[in-house]
């Protein structure tokens, strides 16, 4: 149950809902996604296109993948063959292609919930509510899951989503809630991870060891210098393989990277406000 | 909408489910229509065949979809109520194709006589006779389906419990259209008067655009 919350939806945004199981938080969501209607209080604004994504997605419906995701495509309002088109577009994005004949009934877990999240952006929502989506997804199809959020939030859409990863999108939400008690409070953002610059020195035309823990973005010069930036929880695992590399790699400085500034400048056109 | 209904049809068709009430319904004409006997009473006899039918076929339309399903398609489709919409019209649309094949088939093996044999029935009328009876058996049977349903009875014993005894209650209680439409063909048959049931069936369009009504917006508040 609900009360006491108030909060507006503006376009072009990324709104986070946090808060302890059971707090409402995808009672919420089901609300703005106009799945359920508020016994008291109201929702105001024109209803904008909206795609929702539930946390489960048990798949007993006796379509294909693809299959179903024509089907809502048309209900989204895409001609068929449009609508076949993106479902395999979507299916390829997200790595499932191969299960698109399969019966919803045989598919894992993880690729039910692919298709789920595939039917969600099949056409260009204006809202589009995520309840825990990235829930069961594997590591690809989550970077691809935010990559897709980041495309729909800079066409002007609408993204809310709850995760229980504090860091799902830090850096690009605007605006966070968190329940507490029976209310809804703005929440500080995350912060984007701390990273560290790692200065290392080898022989002229040493190449970078392969697989540096952090995946770390990385800049090498000629003369063998090497600027590397991780995430700070892998900077010592990075120091540790570049000194016990062969050749070892001479460490020349290690400094925290400034915080880039996590809110990004957008204009703001037209509010949305349910 | 369109796509909407064509989704539940689509459900509807490859889940199976309607096996079951259509397979029923043939048995039960199989019991009660033969070749050759008079044309008015076996168009009653289908007709009020077709009222628990359609409850079924409703039944089974609105709880086909898991509960997560269900909320994708209304966030899609904007709102539970044109969903369940979507899915009593679906449901509604099949059980008008099967009580007009059946009707069909009554017509074509019927003696076109009264229950004597002794008095010559015009097929036409009778045709239109028959189908109007379908039509307000299938719109009372989609009334009882949508009130004895999700969203109004969540339970399924009671829900069952409750659609088989409205739907009964349906097509023996004075005043139902139903019972009225298919003891008009009925009662016809005796003296080879074809009574074509108009105010039955507009009543049974109230009662059902009534029902129907009270079901979807009711589905936004209670699932």
Same mark, same amino acid.
């Given at each position: 149950?609900?009360?006491?919350?108030?909060?507006?939806?503006?376009?072009?945004?990324?709104?986070?809902?946090?808060?302890?199981?059971?707090?409402?938080?995808?009672?919420?969501?089901?609300?703005?996604?106009?799945?359920?209607?508020?016994?008291?209080?109201?929702?105001?604004?024109?209803?904008?296109?909206?795609?929702?994504?539930?946390?489960?997605?048990?798949?007993?419906?006796?379509?294909?993948?693809?299959?179903?995701?024509?089907?809502?495509?048309?209900?989204?309002?895409?001609?068929?063959?449009?609508?076949?088109?993106?479902?395999?577009?979507?299916?390829?994005?997200?790595?499932?292609?191969?299960?698109?004949?399969?019966?919803?009934?045989?598919?894992?877990?993880?690729?039910?919930?692919?298709?789920?999240?595939?039917?969600?952006?099949?056409?260009?929502?204006?809202?589009?509510?995520?309840?825990?989506?990235?829930?069961?997804?594997?590591?690809?199809?989550?970077?691809?899951?935010?990559?897709?959020?980041?495309?729909?939030?800079?066409?002007?859409?609408?993204?809310?989503?709850?995760?229980?990863?504090?860091?799902?999108?830090?850096?690009?939400?605007?605006?966070?809630?968190?329940?507490?008690?029976?209310?809804?409070?703005?929440?500080?953002?995350?912060?984007?991870?701390?990273?560290?610059?790692?200065?290392?020195?080898?022989?002229?035309?040493?190449?970078?060891?392969?697989?540096?823990?952090?995946?770390?973005?990385?800049?090498?010069?000629?003369?063998?210098?090497?600027?590397?930036?991780?995430?700070?929880?892998?900077?010592?695992?990075?120091?540790?393989?570049?000194?016990?590399?062969?050749?070892?790699?001479?460490?020349?400085?290690?400094?925290?990277?400034?915080?880039?500034?996590?809110?990004?400048?957008?204009?703001?056109?037209?509010?949305?406000?349910? | 909408?369109?796509?909407?209904?064509?989704?539940?049809?689509?459900?509807?068709?490859?889940?199976?489910?309607?096996?079951?009430?259509?397979?029923?319904?043939?048995?039960?004409?199989?019991?009660?229509?033969?070749?050759?006997?008079?044309?008015?009473?076996?168009?009653?006899?289908?007709?009020?065949?077709?009222?628990?039918?359609?409850?079924?076929?409703?039944?089974?339309?609105?709880?086909?979809?898991?509960?997560?399903?269900?909320?994708?398609?209304?966030?899609?489709?904007?709102?539970?109520?044109?969903?369940?919409? %979507? =899915?009593? *019209?679906? +449901?509604?649309? $099949?059980?008008? &194709? @099967? !009580?007009? #094949?059946?009707? /069909?088939?009554?017509?074509?093996?019927?003696?076109?006589?009264?229950?004597?044999?002794?008095?010559?029935?015009?097929?036409?009328?009778?045709? %239109? =006779?028959? *189908?109007? +009876?379908?039509? $307000?058996?299938? &719109? @009372? !049977?989609? #009334?009882?389906? /949508?009130?004895?349903?999700?969203?109004?009875?969540?339970?399924?014993?009671?829900?069952?419990?409750?659609?088989?005894?409205?739907?009964?209650? %349906?097509?023996?209680?004075?005043?139902?259209?139903?019972?009225?439409?298919?003891?008009?063909?009925?009662?016809?048959?005796?003296?080879?008067?074809?009574?074509?049931?108009?105010?039955?069936?507009?009543?049974?369009?109230?009662?059902?655009?009534?029902?129907?009504?009270?079901?979807?917006?009711?589905?936004?508040?209670?699932?």
């Amino acid at each position: 149950m609900l009360r006491g919350v108030d909060l507006a939806l503006p376009a072009r945004s990324l709104v986070r809902v946090e808060g302890a199981n059971g707090t409402g938080k995808s009672t919420l969501l089901r609300l703005l996604a106009g799945i359920d209607a508020p016994s008291e209080g109201r929702i105001t604004g024109r209803r904008p296109r909206t795609a929702y994504v539930p946390e489960r997605f048990p798949a007993a419906l006796p379509f294909t993948a693809a299959g179903y995701l024509v089907h809502l495509g048309r209900v989204q309002g895409l001609r068929t063959a449009d609508a076949a088109d993106r479902a395999h577009e979507w299916l390829t994005r997200f790595g499932a292609a191969a299960y698109a004949r399969t019966p919803l009934a045989e598919l894992s877990k993880g690729t039910s919930q692919k298709v789920a999240v595939a039917q969600s952006l099949l056409a260009e929502p204006e809202l589009l509510v995520l309840d825990e989506a990235w829930t069961g997804l594997d590591t690809e199809a989550r970077g691809e899951l935010d990559r897709a959020v980041a495309e729909r939030v800079t066409a002007g859409a609408t993204v809310v989503f709850v995760d229980h990863d504090p860091r799902r999108l830090a850096g690009t939400v605007d605006t966070a809630y968190r329940f507490e008690g029976l209310g809804l409070t703005t929440a500080p953002l995350a912060a984007l991870d701390p990273r560290v610059r790692v200065e290392a020195t080898a022989p002229p035309g040493t190449p970078l060891p392969a697989g540096l823990p952090g995946a770390p973005a990385y800049t090498l010069a000629a003369d063998g210098t090497a600027s590397l930036s991780v995430p700070a929880a892998h900077s010592d695992a990075l120091l540790r393989a570049l000194l016990t590399a062969r050749p070892p790699w001479h460490i020349g400085g290690v400094a925290p990277v400034p915080d880039p500034q996590p809110h990004r400048s957008t204009t703001r056109d037209g509010d949305r406000t349910p | 909408m369109t796509a909407l209904i064509r989704y539940q049809a689509d459900l509807l068709v490859r889940s199976q489910r309607w096996l079951a009430p259509v397979l029923l319904y043939l048995a039960f004409l199989a019991v009660g229509v033969r070749s050759g006997e008079p044309v008015l009473d076996s168009l009653g006899y289908t007709a009020a065949g077709m009222l628990p039918v359609t409850a079924w076929l409703v039944r089974v339309c609105v709880t086909q979809e898991p509960p997560a399903a269900r909320a994708v398609v209304a966030a899609a489709a904007g709102g539970q109520p044109r969903a369940h919409l %979507a =899915a009593l *019209l679906a +449901a509604l649309g $099949c059980a008008g &194709l @099967l !009580g007009t #094949a059946a009707t /069909a088939v009554v017509l074509a093996i019927s003696d076109p006589a009264s229950t004597d044999h002794s008095v010559r029935v015009p097929l036409p009328p009778a045709g %239109a =006779a028959g *189908l109007l +009876a379908t039509a $307000c058996c299938v &719109l @009372l !049977g989609a #009334a009882t389906g /949508a009130l004895c349903g999700r969203p109004l009875l969540h339970g399924r014993g009671w829900s069952v419990a409750a659609t088989v005894l409205v739907a009964l209650l %349906a097509l023996v209680t004075a005043g139902s259209p139903a019972k009225a439409a298919v003891t008009g063909l009925v009662s016809g048959s005796l003296t080879g008067t074809v009574h074509v049931p108009v105010l039955p069936l507009l009543g049974a369009a109230a009662v059902a655009a009534a029902a129907v009504a009270l079901a979807c917006r009711l589905t936004a508040m209670r699932g």
